[in-house]
């Protein structure tokens, strides 16, 4: 345990590696399929969806490992939206840096049309717009929201994603930053404690974590008082910590 943070420490310390030339940014802008609401980024200065999610909302997503190709269709399924949380940021905190995207060699296509793509963790993403060759795609400058319809799937009431929590705004977060899901998150006296499967996190993913806090301007404390199974971060009046309990990864923001 000791020897993991200190690797770490030592790769907060003297990284200044850049890991994608396409920064991704927060984002007021909400996403909707059938008012069914869908995560959405601010890739260079469109408004991007994960592919793979697209498979709740109407979409076949089909992935050819031979010819590394991405084929996006519509489906004979109805919508049924995401079982995770889906957030929107006031126009203030929009614009924050939380991960980056590369190109990639694998090629996608939407209704058989060729569209552009990113990779970011491992996961192919494209802009919303390219959906225009199997829906229609409308913006909504009034609500900042980019309304995607399918007039073959079930519909349902419109409601304005909730706003996400402040800590989450001001501190990247690791399911935002490398290919991990977040398992729970609970309050604690002085903030929250966010968690994840420690097993199916690696050394190189919690390094790159650390690079990012970084470079948004987080300092790596070097304090007696910090325990030596534990990484600790300050910036003005925020602190974070990284530190593992049994198989949980958590982060605590305070």
Known sequence: ??????????????????????????????????????????????????????????????????ERRVDITLSDKQISGTDDAVYRFDKSDAGKVVSSASDTDIVTYVNGKKTESFNINGYTVIYVSALKELASVAWDGEKRVANITIPSKNMKDFEFVPYKYDFEIEVPMLENTVDVKRIGAEKCDDGMIYKYDGEKIYLEQVAKYITLMKNNGFICLDDPSVPEDEVAFKKGARSVVLYLDGSVLCLKLS
């Open 1 to 66: 345990m000791k020897k993991f943070f200190s690797v770490l420490i030592f790769v907060f310390l003297i990284s200044t590696a850049v890991y994608a030339q396409n920064e991704v940014r927060t984002t007021d802008i909400c996403a909707y399929i059938n008012n069914y609401p869908i995560s959405a980024y601010n890739l260079n200065n469109q408004t991007a969806v994960y592919a793979s999610a697209l498979k709740n909302y109407g979409f076949n997503v089909e992935w050819n490992a031979n």
